[in-house]
Each structure stands twice: as C-alpha cells, then as structure tokens.
T-cell receptor, first 112, second 114 residues
Framework: GESVGLHLPTLSVQEGDNSIINCAYSNSASDYFIWYKQESGKGPQFIIDIRSNMDKRQGQRVTVLLNKTVKHLSLQIAATQPGDSAVYFCAENNNQGGKLIFGQGTELSVKP | DGGITQSPKYLFRKEGQNVTLSCEQNLNHDAMYWYRQDPGQGLRLIYYSQIVNDFQKGDIAEGYSVSREKKESFPLTVTSAQKNPTAFYLC?????????????FGPGTRLTVT
C-alpha cells in the first residue's frame, strides 16, 4: 500500500548548521505535501506545505524541496537553533478518502 | 482565538472503565480526525468525520467510538474493549476531506489507564 517514510529516524546537528530531513513517498498521484513539527508533549504544528506542481517552496528559515521523479520530499532548516529540536513529520495528501498519510517522523536534536 | 481545544490535558482511568476525550474546534472546519500516538511512534488514525452525523473508521478503530452531533465537536470514547489504551491522543481538523488543505492539530490528551 501507499506509505510515506523517512530515511533517518534521528538527526543530530550543531547549532548554527543547516539541517536536512528527508521523506520518501510511494504514491505518484499525491498532490500536496506538508511538514509538521512536534515538540515533546504537544500537538504537531504546521511548518510549510508544497503542491505537486512546485518543486521548491521557501518559508522563514525553512525550505521544502519536492522531487517527483524519485518521489522524495525534504525539509531544510537554515541556521538550526536549539528551539528547532523536535520531531518532524511529513504528510502526503493522496486523494484517497480525505486522509493525510503521515510518515513515521524524524527526531531532530540540536547541540549547543 | 481560533483553534482546536482538547480536554483534559492529562487523564487517568482504571482499567475496565470507558473514558471520553473532548475535542472542540471553532475554525468552521468540516472534517475532523482522531489519532493515537505511542512513545517514539508516528500518528495512527482512529476515526474521522467529514460532516455532522457521519464518520468513518480509520486504521485502528477497534475499542474506540465517536460521535459527531455538532460540527464543532468530535468526542472520542475509549472503551474497555481497547486492550492498550494508554497513549497520547490527538484531535485534528481540516477545512474539508478533499482539497489541498493543511490539517490543524489540538494540544493532545495523554491518557493513562492502570
């Protein structure tokens, strides 16, 4: 079945470095993708989204890249800060029953 | 202040008791969802609803029940039939089931059953 998965379950970076979190998806019909950030004990928060007719979208310190050829999504965080430490989830809208399909999540740890 | 509220934040129950988790949204969203999250795990869909008085089972509906009597409310009951109910429960809403819409999450309820 369709799935959204992450290459790395944990990522540790030095404060100030750039972070890259990856996500693979299997449904080529998916038309919309979202990245969420979840801090410990809290609900996921929306970070950035991208539609399938785009290959890049930038926000404040974050960039999402979409490569439809290899069905790959990535989240880049510039100048990573301690406050960025959290679990990051990608989600895929594959137009099946109105459900988003969530990846397993990557835990980002920022060392001061 | 628009958003999704879940109450309570922490809930403790004895095994064998049913418990109902509250979820309210004032975003005027049509679709609402319940997820379960276990430590170090992703989100698993329990139930979802597109409109009032209609809901569908998600991937792990056994041992849970829901109702959608009002657009803004989607309570989840964890019944005694749920074999491992201790978890973090997240409610979410979305403008609609179809469409390129993000999903908004509530703050979650941590349920502990002993």
């Amino acid at each position: 079945g369709e799935s959204v998965g992450l290459h790395l379950p944990t990522l540790s970076v030095q404060e100030g470095d750039n972070s890259i979190i990856n996500c693979a998806y299997s449904n080529s019909a998916s038309d919309y993708f979202i990245w969420y950030k979840q801090e410990s004990g809290k609900g996921p928060q929306f970070i950035i989204d991208i539609r399938s007719n785009m290959d890049k979208r930038q926000g404040q310190r974050v960039t999402v890249l979409l490569n439809k050829t290899v069905k790959h999504l990535s989240l880049q965080i510039a100048a990573t800060q301690p406050g960025d430490s959290a679990v990051y989830f990608c989600a895929e809208n594959n137009n099946q029953g109105g459900k988003l399909i969530f990846g397993q999540g990557t835990e980002l740890s920022v060392k001061p | 202040d628009g958003g999704i509220t879940q109450s309570p934040k922490y809930l403790f129950r004895k095994e064998g008791q049913n418990v109902t988790l509250s979820c309210e949204q004032n975003l005027n969203h049509d679709a609402m969802y319940w997820y379960r999250q276990d430590p170090g795990q992703g989100l698993r869909l329990i139930y979802y609803s597109q409109i009032v008085n209609d809901f569908q089972k998600g991937d792990i509906a056994e041992g849970y029940s829901v109702s959608r009597e009002k657009k803004e409310s989607f309570p989840l009951t964890v019944t005694s039939a749920q074999k491992n109910p201790t978890a973090f429960y997240l409610c979410a809403s979305r403008r609609g089931l179809a469409g390129l819409y993000e999903q908004y999450f509530g703050p979650g309820t941590r349920l502990t059953v002993t």
